[in-house]
């Protein structure tokens, strides 16, 4: 577990930083911007941060645990203890010429201004919707929590600060004790199908990278009764059905997903699953 004073020095990091400059005066960069900016810590995401806190969702920020091009999710604790996953997305790097890409079109972000800034804190909206559509829907998706401007707070896959793997770092005989290849190939196109009708959006990036294997970490310490459960991930870019692009990027998570299991050895069809899921 991260420990508790974790969070109170990214407050008094914030009282320090919060201190005024003469008008017209900007504070030089130093080792601390520099070593911020790899983690996406600057000072607005520190506030933001602050603001949950207060609130109580917050308790204790711990380290990163994953880190990506558009964003880095750090392992924090929340009320009663509980585990959370924070994703906080790069504003300054972030590509958002691609994210507009998957905005245009979704009639929940219409009237988004074209700048970086309200781009990405409309992507991390847009996650938190999707999540919350996906969660609502039956299915297996990490608990969306909060959101603010370029941070969101959800269910934290894995346990004592250590993430569940992914699919495709899950080695086949190992996979093979927990499932039926065939079982598990049905339980997450059950969940594209459960995702296509109920919650009316596609995955728009589904593959055997973002989805986590929930569980594992838990049997590694010793805990065998638990059982394996593949968990959708990274839903930003998900699009609901009205969107002119969701079709084709379908076709592809079908694609994505068929092609992973046949390199497996499990014999199954594109047109099977498209069939399964529009009849």
Known sequence: MVEKEGLLKVERWLKKEEKQLPKGKKRKKDFRDRKTEQYVL?????????????????????????????????????ADEKELAIKMYKVNTSNFNVMIDYIIGDPRFENIKRDRRSIVFAWARKELKNLQRAFDAGVRVP?????????????????????????????????????????L???????????????????ADLSEFNILMDGYVERDAGATEIEIEPVLIDMGQSMVLDHPNADAFFRRDVHNIVSFFNKLGLA??????MQMVKR
Do not use: Q, W
Not at 50 to 76: N, Q, T
Not at 169 to 176: A, I, K, Q, R, T
Not at 268 to 273: A, G, L, Y
């Open 42 to 78: 600057d000072i607005p995401t520190l506030e933001t941060l602050y603001k949950f806190a207060h609130k109580g969702i917050l308790k204790a920020l711990g380290g990163p645990i994953c880190r990506g091009k558009e964003a880095v999710i750090f392992h924090a604790i929340g």
């Open 143 to 183: 608990k969306p929590i909060a959101c603010d401007k370029n941070v969101l707070i959800m269910e934290f896959i894995g346990k004592e600060s250590i993430a569940a793997p992914k699919l495709k770092d899950v080695p086949l005989e190992v996979l093979e004790i927990d499932f039926n290849l065939e079982d």
């Open 185 to 203: 190939f049905y339980r997450i196109t059950g969940y594209m199908k459960i995702l296509y009708e109920k919650g009316a959006l596609v995955h």
């Open 268 to 273: 199954c069809s594109e047109d099977e699953i």
